[in-house]
């Protein structure tokens, strides 16, 4: 397994590039539980400075240290993005694809289920659910609820892709062979998805980060917890863009970007990789 | 192919692009006031009836087209009378109320205003469930009638003093609506009243079906109007009322001089002084805002929650606080304090403040046998040494100094904080946080409104980093549902009001004080009438209760309210720090001489029903 | 065939959207905002004064207005039995109009800008996505990826405040709010239409820009397993020309999820689009959705969320009926 990664990380420079990022966002993650202010405060540092050696991104106007801000703000929105990707891509996986395979009257309960998911009315919910837990609403819990409102949409994709699947020579062959279903989707239709999974995986944690955002914009959100979401809300208020205090606004910004662009690579370059036929192609190539 | 369709995606483009030039149809800007509308898009934008209460005032409707019967102007500190002739004639027992009306005033459609509208108005109410005061006039009303073209008599079911409160006008009041027009209408709470028939000196012309933008134009006839009688022709010919966005929005509106009066943020103003050298605030300088509004802010605790339900707790949470502290944070120091659950007004400093600075220096508290003088009434000039630091120019004289910044506040006395909690069983935790005399951690969450430029939204976030410096776990929380909790009492600490709103015309503070009253008190989980505090005194009842025998004009009413501010600051239901600074943007380019900290002539809002006593004072720029 | 698949689909239909109807009837009334209480407030801060007893006798009135008087079982059937004749109630916040009037009159914006972006978005972003896999080794595909993917993550509000910033206030290209201006008389004139667009244009361009992400990565995926598959590589084989392999191929096998997407995606436009409204200043439903939750205008959300389960679910019902119709592979169940 190390060896793949190995192997993948000197050959294919859009694996380098995710893996490096993702690391390096993790590793900033944990350093950023050793800052030494506390995130909620304000004015623990002197305003409007410059970066300097002791701030290397300057101070907002609140009177906080933007590089420690966004370093728990990466942390905070990574755990959001991943156990809210992590809660809906499992039940979507597992519902789309039993339930397609099956068919049948479970195929049908199990649908209304899902279509009643899509269209709940998730603006009404999630502001109920903010109101009732208010500042219990942290990452952990907003990552749930979250996850629980992103699986319905690509369950149902799932399960398309394994209706027309299901009729292919391969399957027949496996089921010929005395396979159980539980087998036959887990190792003959699994592989054959997960490209298509990695690439809702990374929707899903665009559609969480921008959820997030739109969240904290509107007031919904902890207020007081540093996230990306949170950060750009804050110095949308002090007129960050205006004052062109550049370090407060393209912060958050940048590291939006970078995260879901290293991620991409990242699965992008995985998913040619457990295909076995793109494996050939990028083997032939270099 | 290729070339044909690039050459139409580009004549498409150009048209796109030039359409505004080649078909521009909007008034001539030099003649247009353009201003903000406060309180964001409108609902439903062709419905102007708002005796129906849920049409919004200040599209337009309640500053440029309908009139009240009298005015109050908080900065003068008058009553101006509007459709009335003169202030309200009361018999000798309070049972009757008489008003004269002013003649020669006609309704934008031509029909002349009589009696005849005013009694239409109050029978209309009360004959509709629905309309606004319905109820309140089935309560206080017997009988309305007209002696003649221009004289009513209101029959009162019982004694009051304050009737005529209603037709005050304060954002807000029963306006008069025409009767020529509502009588054939079948059923009045429906009818839109579209376009809008007022007695105000400018028409509607035209508004936008999305809801963001409304534009009036003067009427011809605008000296049979009561602002054309009293301060003669409005200068703009078109005013035009738009939502452009939040503050962001605004403040790029305002630097492309597209909008000429809005209500800003301390940040997005200071982004507007930098970029537009016409604009400026309320004041050209520091503290750029108005900071003398007829309305106390800052917070209110939940007085049946423990452990807000001990007043030395309330006292200690507000000793620990640092006022100049608190002023920088929120508002850089634009700020005039107000301790005393009164706002700081220019007429109150007068008949109130004046009177409360000795009793409040002298004000002591207790502590273990000992005595402490608390009160900081060197603060104002603390807070002028602060702003010439930072290089503002601040005025030299006491006076002026004390207009600015108020008359002082509670000292910052984290120590006498400390006695007081550790007198009431409170203990520290080996971390140094507050812990409950039950041991367990002491938490504070205090909601607020989620407008960030709201004083509610800028003072919980200031309070609450404040309380957890003193070791307090403590978090603002702004939440949509910041009213409905309040309401329900389901919160600890809340951003907001400590006190009801005055009238801030004449003497009388019984409209911002009989909150307290015990009659509207109502236990937790009952809806809230009263104050959100849920606080009593019986002493302030009795108070309370000789301010309504009283007329509202005895001067009799300045000790009663003086007393009841003392009790208030002895229980402390809230934190009264400051009156509701506002940041209002105003750009010379296109118009000038609209009132301001250098001169200030009326009530500087535009969202208020006094901009149209303001419009003839503008002064065009020839631009 | 019918007894099999259509007629429990069709049952799975009407189960759906009468759960959702449902639901959308429960949660307004979960929420602590109470519209009587916030109608009440709402006066009160109008400037309105109004004494204890005065406070009671009108919230009063106003449950009996708004028919909040009987019990909650008597408002479902009798909210059930309005919906069939299309009566949504009346808005308490706008009341006594109508939650169909309201909706009418925003709706139009809303399914316009949504509508066209949605199908400007889909329709640039399956192409390119298609051409991205067709060309794999062009440096001009992938750059265009690059550029596609990367402004992807930026925060949407992000987007279209640069966007605004740059094209209305810096070089004042485009109006700077409004769906329209004033002095122009509205209705089917060319003048209306050019100045409509004008306003359009940047409210739409913000939402192509992050929505092209999707639709591309979409194609993208699908169309690559297509690639490799048997009978593409035999059409290369025999050497059939290019542009028949792209699109007779490739792209019209990919193109099936890309509709579903597609379908599934119309029946949200209902929900409006809350931020650009609110950035760009435009009229529609999102903004109304958004207000009626924060001031537990019940009808009103009940109204708009009605429109959006009827889309959605209908949506989800053709793209499911027309699905075994565009892939054979699945008539054969």
């Known amino acids: 397994m190390f060896r793949v990664i190995r192997d993948l990380y000197v050959n294919d420079r859009r694996f380098t590039f995710g893996f490096t990022v993702l690391v390096f966002f993790v590793i900033i993650s944990f350093v950023s539980l050793l800052s030494p202010y506390d995130m909620r405060a304000w004015n623990a540092v002197p305003r409007y400075l410059p970066p300097s050696a002791k701030h290397p991104l300057g101070t907002n106007s609140i009177g906080q240290d933007i590089m420690w801000q966004a370093m728990v703000a990466t942390k905070n929105s990574l755990l959001l993005g991943a156990i809210a990707a992590a809660i809906s891509r499992v039940i979507a996986i597992v519902v789309g694809l039993l339930s397609g395979y099956k068919g049948g009257i479970f195929d049908r309960i199990v649908m209304v289920m899902t279509d009643s998911f899509i269209i709940l009315p998730m603006f009404p919910i999630l502001i109920l659910i903010a109101t009732i837990l208010r500042s219990s609403l942290n990452m952990v819990v907003l990552g749930v609820v979250i996850g629980l409102f992103g699986w319905a949409w690509d369950a149902r994709l799932f399960?398309?892709?394994?209706?027309?699947?299901?009729?292919?020579?391969?399957?027949?062959?496996?089921?010929?062979?005395?396979?159980?279903?539980?087998?036959?989707?887990?190792?003959?239709?699994?592989?054959?998805?997960?490209?298509?999974?990695?690439?809702?995986?990374?929707?899903?944690?665009?559609?969480?980060?921008?959820?997030?955002?739109?969240?904290?914009?509107?007031?919904?959100?902890?207020?007081?917890?540093?996230?990306?979401?949170?950060?750009?809300?804050?110095?949308?208020?002090?007129q960050a863009i205006f004052l062109e205090m550049w370090n407060w606004i393209l912060t958050p910004v940048t590291i939006c970007v970078v995260l879901i662009l290293g991620l991409y690579m990242l699965s992008t370059s995985i998913s040619e990789y457990l295909d076995p036929r793109t494996r050939l192609q990028m083997i032939r190539k270099g | 192919m290729r070339k044909k369709s690039m050459l139409l995606m580009l004549a498409l483009s150009v048209c796109l692009v030039f359409s505004s030039v080649l078909f521009a149809a909007e008034p001539p800007r030099n003649e247009t006031l353009i201003v903000d509308i406060l309180t964001g898009k409108v609902g439903n934008p062709g419905n102007f009836n708002f005796w129906a209460t849920w049409v919004g005032n200040d599209k337009g409707l309640q500053q440029l087209v309908i009139d009240p019967l009298w005015m109050a102007d908080y900065v003068t500190g008058e009553m101006i009378n509007v459709l009335a002739k003169e202030n309200p004639i009361y018999n000798d027992d309070l049972t009757t109320m008489t008003v004269k009306l002013r003649e020669g005033i006609y309704w934008n459609d031509g029909v002349p205003f009589t009696a005849d509208d005013v009694v239409y108005t109050v029978e209309l109410s009360m004959e509709t469930p629905g309309f606004g005061y319905h109820t309140q006039f089935n309560q206080d009303v017997a009988k309305v009638y007209k002696t003649d073209d221009y004289t009513v008599v209101f029959e009162l079911t019982q004694p009051n003093s304050r009737f005529h409160y209603q037709f005050l006008d304060r954002w807000g009041a029963c306006r008069i609506l025409p009767k020529h027009v509502f009588e054939t209408v079948e059923d009045p709470l429906s009818f839109q009243f579209n376009p809008p028939v007022g007695t105000g000196p400018y028409k509607l012309v035209e508004y936008d079906l999305g809801g963001y933008w409304f534009l009036y134009e003067l009427r011809e006839d605008w000296e049979r109007t009561a602002t054309g009688m009293l301060y003669g022709k409005p200068a703009p010919k078109y005013v035009k009322f738009i939502y452009v966005g939040d503050a962001s929005k605004k403040a790029m509106a305002m630097i492309s001089h597209e909008l000429d009066m809005a209500d800003l943020t301390p940040e997005s103003l200071e982004v507007v002084l930098a970029r537009n050298e016409y604009a400026s605030g309320y004041y050209k300088d520091f503290p750029w805002a108005e900071l003398l509004h007829p309305c106390v802010t800052g917070a209110a605790f939940n007085t049946l929650v423990p452990p807000f339900d001990n007043p030395e707790v309330r006292w200690a949470l507000n000793l620990a606080l640092d006022a100049k502290n608190l002023a920088m944070t929120a508002y850089n120091g634009a700020v005039a304090f107000a301790p005393a659950y009164i706002p700081a007004l220019l007429p109150y400093y007068e008949h109130y403040y004046e009177r409360l600075l000795p009793y409040l220096e002298e004000y002591t508290m207790e502590i273990d046998g000992e005595e402490y003088k608390i009160f900081n009434s060197n603060l104002p000039f603390e807070m002028a040494e602060e702003a010439k630091r930072r290089g503002y120019d601040v005025p030299e004289t006491e006076d002026e100094i004390r207009v600015m910044f108020g008359y002082g506040w509670w000292k910052h006395s984290p120590e006498l904080a400390e006695k007081l909690l550790l007198k009431n069983g409170f203990t520290r935790g080996r971390d140094g946080k507050w812990l409950l005399p039950d041991g367990t951690p002491w938490k504070i969450e205090i909601v607020c409104l989620t407008a960030a430029t709201n004083p509610s939204f800028k003072w919980a976030f200031a309070i609450a980093n404040q309380w957890a410096s003193f070791g307090i776990d403590c978090e603002a929380i702004p939440t949509e549902q910041c009213q409905a909790l309040t309401e329900s009492g389901d919160y600890m600490v809340v951003g907001g009001q400590p006190a009801a709103e005055p009238f801030g015309s004449g003497i009388d503070l019984y409209r911002g004080l009989n909150v307290y009253h015990s009659q509207y008190w109502k236990p937790l989980g009952e809806k809230l009438v009263g104050h959100q505090s849920r606080w009593v005194n019986e002493e302030i009842d009795y108070y309370i209760e000789e301010m309504e025998k009283a007329d509202y004009s005895d001067p009799i009413n300045i000790d009663l309210a003086i007393e009841v501010a003392k009790l208030l600051i002895d229980g402390q239901p809230g934190v009264s720090v400051a009156s509701f600074p506002g940041f209002m943007g105003l750009d010379t380019y296109y118009w000038t001489n609209y009132p301001t900290g250098d001169n200030p002539y009326a009530v500087p809002w535009y969202h208020w029903p006094n901009l149209k006593f303001v419009l003839p004072f503008l002064q065009p720029t020839g631009r | 065939m019918l007894k099999k698949y259509y007629i429990p689909r069709l049952i799975q239909y009407f189960t759906v959207l009468f759960i959702g109807l449902t639901l959308v009837f429960v949660i307004p009334r979960l929420l602590p905002s109470n519209p009587v209480e916030h109608q009440l407030s709402r006066m009160m801060s109008q400037g309105q004064y109004l004494d204890p007893s005065a406070i009671e006798a009108m919230r009063e009135t106003l449950e009996q207005l708004y028919g909040l008087k009987g019990g909650t079982f008597e408002q479902y059937i009798d909210y059930f039995k309005r919906l069939f004749t299309g009566d949504l109630g009346p808005s308490f916040t706008q009341f006594p109009t109508p939650v169909m009037t309201l909706i009418r009159q925003s709706l139009p914006w809303t399914v316009g800008l949504l509508f066209a972006s949605l199908s400007i978005s889909w329709i640039v972003g399956t192409v390119l996505g298609g051409i991205r896999v067709s060309f794999p080794r062009s440096r001009l595909a992938r750059l265009i990826e690059l550029l596609i993917m990367g402004v992807r993550p930026i925060p949407y509000y992000i987007v279209s405040l640069v966007l605004l910033i740059l094209f209305a206030f810096l070089w004042p290209v485009f109006p700077m709010s409004g769906g329209y201006s004033m002095g122009v008389k509205v209705g089917f004139n060319a003048r209306f239409i050019l100045d409509l667009l004008r306003h359009a244009f940047l409210p739409i361009l913000s939402m192509v820009i992050i929505e092209i992400g999707g639709w591309f990565l979409q194609m993208r995926n699908v169309a690559s397993n297509i690639v490799e598959e048997d009978y593409v590589v035999y059409a290369e084989a025999s050497g059939l020309p290019k542009a028949k392999i792209v699109f007779m191929y490739i792209m019209r096998n990919a193109i099936i999820p890309q509709i579903t997407g597609f379908a599934l995606n119309i029946g949200f436009i209902f929900g409006g689009a809350l931020i650009t409204e609110i950035v760009f200043a435009y009229p529609g439903m999102g903004y109304l959705l958004y207000s009626a939750i924060l001031s537990g205008d019940y009808n009103l959300i009940m109204g708009i969320n009605v429109f959006s389960i009827v889309g959605v679910s209908t949506a989800m019902l053709i793209v499911d009926l027309i699905y075994p119709l565009l892939d054979p592979r699945v008539r054969y169940q």
């Open chain 1, 159 to 238: 399960r398309s892709q394994i209706l027309s699947l299901k009729e292919r020579e391969f399957t027949r062959t496996a089921v010929f062979s005395g396979l159980s279903t539980f087998k036959i989707v887990l190792t003959e239709h699994l592989p054959y998805v997960f490209p298509l999974v990695m690439a809702t995986t990374i929707n899903n944690v665009i559609w969480v980060i921008g959820m997030e955002v739109t969240l904290s914009m509107l007031g919904l959100s902890n207020l007081n917890t540093p996230t990306i979401g949170t950060m750009i809300y804050w110095a949308l208020q002090y």
